[in-house]
């Protein structure tokens, strides 16, 4: 027979174990979660970021170069600005597929995570 000293020892570890666990799973376990979906939505914000700010400089080198050139000068200059806003409507209508095509890929299952 077993004494009851070495039954509560038992049981005490027991219920230790029971609460590291339960802690594990419903504070630490999540937190790791959450850190790891804010991790990604710092990506996607800072790669918007850069893809904005590209976007801003290419439209602007390109409004630059159109004004350099002859044809834009007097009274067709607006037609620079016209192309311009084309060129940004191209690039964001881009983008926007793209990230359409990731988002479907994911939810089909494509994705390296």
Known sequence: MTSPLKERSQSAKEALELIKGYVSQETIDPL???????????????AGLI??????????????????????RGTLSFTAYLIDIGA????????????????????????KD
């Open 88 to 111: 940004i409507v191209i690039l964001a209508t881009l983008q926007l597929f793209v990230l359409n095509l990731i988002k479907k890929r994911r939810a089909n299952g494509f994705s």
């Open 51 to 72: 893809m904005g700010i590209g976007n801003i400089m290419t439209t602007l080198g390109l409004l630059r170069l159109l004004q350099t050139l002859k044809f834009f």
């Open 32 to 46: 790791k979660k959450s850190l790891r979906n804010l991790t990604s939505a710092l990506g996607v914000i800072v």
